[in-house]
């Protein structure tokens, strides 16, 4: 049996149980709007789509774990913690009382590990109810922060560069996936592809927050560890016994002409390669969620979500919990699916290690929330950036593609192109 670090080892305060109290608000403006002016990304927290989520800052206890069984050792180290925290929560509503934000690698194997960081500050918008809830350690319980509205930075010299291929050599990368796929090894692999930023001056994670919550509003716009982006996919959501998950595969630009891009929401609809993408995916979602379940339901034919730069198939999967499976847990049992992997897994995942060329650390991983019962919400870390470690002015941002038979290497960076514009224009438009 391994035996886990306790909460006081891995935080900042040995010695010291968790202490939270969540009070209720009024209505404190905008919720991103309150996030502070911190140089260091990893002190900001966000999980916000459409005004309502959580924001949070600081770090009043933390945790990493790296291998195969990160998920697990950060799940447990959740409930000591949990086990051990004093609580007066004014408010019982999911994300109130102590809250931990998470990221967790894509690859056991990388660097990046599993991290769970509990803010010292949560501030919280549901249904026209506003909530603060202050966190530390000790013997008594913390005094309520009055959270006050700041303006970001706007980025300086921003400018772009390749990361481990440049966009030709990628669709080589491509190209040999396809090989592998219409040899029969395999059905399908998802391929990322990255890009270097450099700044003149630190990066303000709030101006990319605010810039990505404006211009798509659809999605869950989440800062977790360094880690920001915006994801329209939500890996696995947990409330009071009832699991969901939307499944996003299958993609196709948008034109900026309603009519046009009509007719090209049809034609995703009606494309083979397409749909043949989003089957896989959908199919190994609802497999991980069975055994979970005491029952799913899982539509018969996807719809077409419609966001600013691209559309998706899309299918949302639901089901009733039938064992004591945190959001946490479900979100390991999804991970990877189909839609950041491949199928069959095992094998898509060996085609990554050997064509990408590169760690995706915590992208295409799952990111999200979870509370004290367990309840929280788990997205796919897409459409984001990570921060490199102690310099603030420099990130990679992150895209990928899921290839079939059917794919062409070209079309595909045209894609991974399309899926890189929120990040870049969060970065460089005013």
Not at 66 to 94: I, Q, Y
Not at 159 to 184: C, H, K, N, S
Not at 214 to 240: C, H, I, Q, S
Request: hydrophobic residues 45%; glycine residues 10%.
């Amino acid at each position: 049996m391994t035996t886990l670090p306790t909460p006081q080892q891995a935080g900042r305060h040995p010695g010291s149980p968790v202490v939270a109290r969540t009070v209720a608000l009024h209505d404190p403006g905008a919720l991103l709007g309150l996030l502070p002016d911190r140089v260091d990304p990893a002190e900001l927290f966000s999980w916000v789509r459409r005004g309502e989520g959580l924001v949070g800052w600081g770090r009043a206890v933390e945790f990493t774990a790296h291998g195969a069984d990160r998920f697990e050792r950060a799940e447990a180290w959740w409930r000591d913690v949990v086990d051990g925290a004093v609580v007066r929560n004014e408010v019982s509503l999911p994300g109130t009382g102590p809250v931990a934000f998470g990221s967790v690698s894509y690859a056991a194997d990388s660097p990046a590990g599993a991290t769970l960081v509990v803010p010292e500050v949560v501030v919280g918008a549901r249904d026209g109810r506003w909530w603060v809830t202050t966190i530390g350690t000790g013997d008594e319980l913390p005094t309520p922060v009055v959270p006050q509205q700041s303006s970001p930075r706007e980025p300086v010299g921003v400018a772009f560069a390749d990361g481990a291929l440049a966009p030709a050599e990628w669709a080589g990368v491509v190209g040999r996936a396809v090989d592998r796929i219409t040899g029969g090894s395999l059905d399908k692999v998802v391929l990322a592809r990255d890009l270097r930023v450099s700044a003149e001056s630190p990066i303000d994670a709030r101006w990319l927050l605010t810039r990505l919550a404006e211009r798509y509003d659809t999605t869950w716009v989440f800062a977790v560890d360094g880690l920001v982006g915006a994801t329209p996919e939500m890996l696995v959501r947990l409330e009071k016994g009832l699991v969901t998950s939307r499944v996003l595969a299958g993609t196709i630009r948008r034109t900026g002409d309603d009519e046009h891009d009509l007719a090209l929401a049809a034609s995703l609809a009606r494309s083979s390669k397409d749909l043949e993408e989003h089957e896989y995916a959908v199919r190994s979602v609802a497999d991980a969620l069975r055994p979970h379940c005491s029952s799913t339901n899982v539509p018969e034919a996807p719809f077409v979500l419609h966001l600013s730069n691209v559309m998706h198939l899309a299918t949302d999967v639901a089901g009733v919990l039938a064992d004591r499976t945190s959001s946490l847990g479900l979100a390991a049992s999804l991970h990877p699916s189909a839609a950041v992997c491949g199928t069959p897994s095992a094998v898509a995942d060996e085609v990554i290690s050997e064509l990408e060329g590169m760690d995706r650390g915590r992208y295409a991983g799952p990111v999200g929330w979870m509370d004290a019962s367990g309840d929280g919400e788990w997205g796919i870390a897409l459409r984001c950036g990570a921060f490199e470690p102690s310099d603030a002015s420099a990130m990679r941002l992150f895209a990928g593609c899921g290839i079939v038979a059917g794919s062409d290497p070209d079309s595909e960076v045209a894609e991974s192109d399309a899926k890189l514009v929120p990040m870049r224009d969060a970065l460089t438009a005013g």
